[in-house]
């Protein structure tokens, strides 16, 4: 179908794109003990983009006999549409050689997930007894197809791999509730997970009061996900930059936070969740520094964006079917520092250290402010993590803060969603209570 | 269709089957500053299966209805390898019905080049208000829906449905320092909510420059009022998630702590589900399991009465399905899920009678935003000022409030007389299901000692 729609379209534009996604989905289900459901989730959708009378046309459609509809809608919108500034891309020359399809993955079966997803829930059970666990597992394969009217014809092939797993534990009225998880395009040892769990479960039994102060906090890769990455990820957008509305985007080429930061945008890690060897726009991708020693180094673009900005594209076009590339991150890498996390808690007084929020990013997350409850988190006194606190907010402002942070540690995690990010202190956030 | 459905519902060994088709058509329209981003139209097909075997559930979803049959048997399968139990739903009366919107003014008979002008114009109020606006986004869809939905009970509901949502955020900056403001206003019945909102929206791009030059609140214990838009989403937030019984039913830990019967405030804390209300995309006739929806009193006079089911919540905890399991679109199975939730106005108690007796305090206006871990939850105000000796005083900025549902509930001491529904719906997000239309409201309240995040 998706040479029947390029041929369609060629007749009634000067230009025009198809995108094909096709995807299988199976997720199993385990909730309070045990498991609930299995399901399998097929996915077939075409989106079309044409350029006609210099004007972008877009329509999507998941009909199985939509063509003839999707040509109609795009030169429908085509009429209004915004200027194309820019060309549709020809065949690249070559394409990075990264790793995203595990046939290991590809073949998982339902029973076998069942069978690991069970696996977990006992791991977690036979430390926490009392808890009521739940866990979410699945795999996914599909195919993303790009074809346009300057000779592009690209396919790749993907496989997904992802477990959650959470715990409740209630006591009177206290809820102690834990999260974590894990994915990429290969399977990975589900010890991970388990104890990630079974560690925090341990450690948030007890609770303890603190005071409301400025205090030292270390985010976890996960509280640092969860916290103050969306400012982040809003601050290098090319779309956001072009119109002047990140702190960052005055600031290429200049010195912007603490010189041991340096975050990468990258594509090309072998079986990373967010790697693919093309962007959504037929332009390879690649590891291209955003912050390098502190310094500003690059905005991430879709071929739009570029244009209007007088910069290249950098292979960061997104889309799901139903819109239009915008630019969109292939994975993020934060560089590890030189200190031993346990070496980083030993350092610090009085201090929170900081796991899963909750409505952190509620706010002005494009001005760098969070705020959120702080829903998991441990406090620190004399060097040592002595338990849990509760009713707690912290707030700051990422980017403030990262002119001057304190320690980073020596190693970079992997999360989920192809994030790489290692432990680091802030020197001094507030932290309210009652 | 009907035919092609029943058909497929035939001899399928399982304990319960059912089939949802969904037909969809929307168009968007968006605008960066002056400059349009993108302007689409959408068609979507779709369809899914859903089957329990012994208390087990199996669920297809597709693009295509070409050998539904082998769906239906694939759904079957799955439910029968997750199976061990009995499977448990409380019966409800098989409907037969065709429900249709009840349409003011047609999204679908305004041109697409009305609708791009009215984009156009909203961006232009928010840029001619000065230098200090960087930019703007508008952004405006509707979505046209034909749904069929069809049981093994016999049920056959034929909906058509349609959402207007218009967003319209100003972003103002200087130097470093940038702040945000945003409006939205959502429809079921009627493109007229998107016309006539010029002097909103100058409004709210007004408040965003002044923001520039408010101070950050400091981070503490306050007493906060919440105007009726936040008092909404506190109902929502604060309690009715933790009412959602799909997280009860089989936890017993947590149905000893929800036991009906327990006092979570004062005689005056009433709060409410399944409000008919003209417009919101929390209305609705009948939930995605094709049981009739209700009102439902989760607190009444201060105490645990009722919560939110689906039809196996409810048969597990042997009480009445309240018709509040929804799915996003066909992609997904029902979970439990709010409608239209509320604060109950008091009769007598204005705003003024609120804060003549607060010396120092935050008066809070609408959220950009929420969450709940249960226990646990926040808000982040779009607006907020200081209140001082019993007046609201100056503007501050970057308000997140948080609350324990087990103790900030107590902490309300006063409810206002004036409930509002505000234009403006919300999406919500539960199980990677978001945004689903939900409606909430409230009257002014106060809550003594709420914790606030900030320098």
Not at chain 2, 216 to 232: C, E, H, M, Q, W
Not at chain 2, 234 to 259: I, P, W
Request: aromatic share 8%.
């Amino acid at each position: 179908m998706i040479n029947k729609i390029l041929e369609m379209a060629a007749r009634v534009a000067q230009d025009a794109e198809v995108f094909e996604v096709m995807s299988e989905e199976t997720p199993v289900e385990f909730e309070n003990n045990k498991l609930k459901s299995a399901s399998t989730r097929s996915i077939k959708g075409y989106a079309l983009r044409i350029i006609k009378d210099g004007k972008i046309g877009f329509s999507s459609t998941t009909k199985p006999d939509g063509a003839a509809d999707l040509v109609e809608h795009a030169v429908e919108t085509a009429q209004f549409g915004q200027e194309a500034n820019f060309e549709l891309p020809s065949q690249p020359a070559a394409l990075p050689s990264v790793k995203v399809y595990d046939e290991e993955v590809a073949k998982i079966s339902v029973e076998q997930l069942v069978e690991t997803g069970q696996a977990v829930l006992d791991g977690i059970r036979q430390a926490e007894p009392g808890a009521q666990v739940a866990v979410g597992i699945e795999k996914a394969y599909g195919t993303h197809r790009l074809v346009n009217t300057k000779g592009l014809d690209v396919e790749s092939k993907g496989t997904y791999y992802g477990i959650g797993a959470s715990l409740e534990l209630i006591q009177g009225t206290d809820m102690l509730q834990i999260w974590d998880g894990l994915d990429s395009r290969s399977k990975f040892d589900i010890i991970e997970v388990i104890n990630a769990v079974k560690e925090k479960a341990a450690r948030g039994k007890n609770i303890v009061p603190i005071d409301t102060r400025t205090m030292p906090v270390i985010f976890t890769p996960k509280g640092f996900e969860m916290t103050l990455s969306l400012p982040f990820y809003i601050a290098f957008s090319g779309k956001e930059v072009l119109q002047g509305v990140t702190p960052v985007s005055d600031k290429l080429g200049k010195q912007a936070m603490d010189p041991r930061i340096s975050i990468y945008d990258d594509g090309i890690i072998d079986y990373s969740t967010a790697s693919r060897p093309f962007d959504d726009e037929g332009l390879p991708t690649n590891r291209m520094p955003l912050i390098e020693n502190g310094v500003v180094k690059n905005f991430i673009y879709d071929l739009a964006t570029a244009a209007k900005a007088g910069a290249k594209p950098t292979g960061n076009g997104q889309r799901g079917l139903g819109s239009l590339p915008n630019p969109g991150y292939n994975g993020m890498v934060i560089q590890a520092g030189d200190t031993a996390l346990e070496d980083i808690i030993k350092g610090v007084e009085y201090g929170l250290l900081v796991d899963q929020t909750l409505g952190a990013w509620a706010g002005n997350a494009r001005g760098g402010d969070f705020s959120g409850n702080v829903h998991y988190g441990l406090k620190i006194e004399n060097g040592e993590l002595v338990g849990r606190v509760k009713d707690v907010m912290v707030a700051g402002n990422v980017f403030e803060g990262l002119k001057n942070i304190g320690t980073i540690e020596n190693v970079s995690h992997r999360q989920s969603g192809g994030r790489w990010i290692p432990h680091i202190l802030f020197s001094g956030l507030s932290v309210a209570t009652r | 269709m009907r035919n092609l459905i029943n058909d497929a519902l035939k001899d399928h060994g399982a304990d319960y089957v059912e089939i949802r088709v969904e037909e969809s058509d929307r168009t968007a329209v968006s605008y960066r500053g002056r400059e349009l981003d993108s302007i689409s139209r959408l068609s979507g097909f779709g369809g899914n299966v859903r089957a329990a075997v012994n208390g087990g559930w199996g669920f297809v979803s597709f693009n295509t209805l070409d050998n539904l049959k082998d769906k239906v048997k694939l759904a079957v399968l799955q439910a029968k390898l997750v199976g061990k139990e009995k499977t448990q739903l409380a019966p409800v009366p098989p409907v037969v019905d065709e429900v249709r919107p009840v349409i003011v003014k047609d999204p679908r008979t305004v041109s697409l080049s009305d609708k791009k002008q009215l984009v156009e114009e909203y961006a232009e109020v928010m840029l001619s208000l000065g230098d200090k606006i960087q930019t703007c986004f508008v952004n405006y869809s509707d979505t046209w829906n034909k749904i069929y939905y069809a049981n093994t009970d016999g049920a056959w509901i034929d909906s058509e449905r349609v959402y207007v949502v218009g967003s319209t955020q100003a972003v103002a900056r200087m130097g470093d320092d940038i702040q945000q403001n945003t409006s939205s206003v959502s429809s079921t019945r009627d493109y007229g909510i998107f016309e006539d909102r010029h002097e909103d929206i100058r409004k709210m791009g007004e408040a965003a420059i002044e923001m520039l030059s408010a101070p950050k609140v400091k981070g503490g214990s306050y007493t906060v009022i919440v105007d009726p838009s936040l008092a909404g989403i506190f109902a929502h937030e604060a309690f009715g998630h933790l009412s959602e019984a799909d997280d009860m039913a089989e936890n017993q830990q947590m149905r000893d702590l929800m036991v009906l019967g327990r006092r979570f405030g004062g005689k005056h804390l009433n709060i409410l589900d399944g409000a008919d209300v003209l417009g919101s995309g929390g209305t609705l006739k009948y939930d995605d399991e094709g049981v009739a929806k209700k009102p439902t009193y989760l607190v009444k006079e201060g105490v645990l009465v009722g919560r939110l089911h689906s039809r196996e919540s409810a048969a597990k905890m042997g009480e009445e399905p309240t018709g509040n399991a929804r799915a996003l679109n066909y992609t997904f199975p029902p979970i439990v899920r709010m409608t239209n939730t509320y604060v109950a106005p008091s009769k007598d108690v204005t705003l003024e009678d609120m804060l003549s007796d607060v010396d120092e305090g935050l008066y809070v206006i609408d959220s950009l935003g929420g969450q709940t871990s249960g226990e646990m939850f926040t808000f982040s105000a779009r607006e907020a000022f200081m209140i001082r000796k019993g007046k609201i005083a100056e503007r501050v900025r970057g308000v997140n409030l948080t609350g324990n549902v087990f103790t900030t509930l107590e902490n309300i001491d006063s409810i206002g007389n004036d409930i509002v529904w505000p234009k403006k719906g919300g999406g919500c997000g539960k199980g990677g299901q978001a945004p689903l239309p939900v409606g909430f409201a409230g009257p002014h309240f106060r809550i003594r000692n709420c914790v606030v995040g900030g320098k």
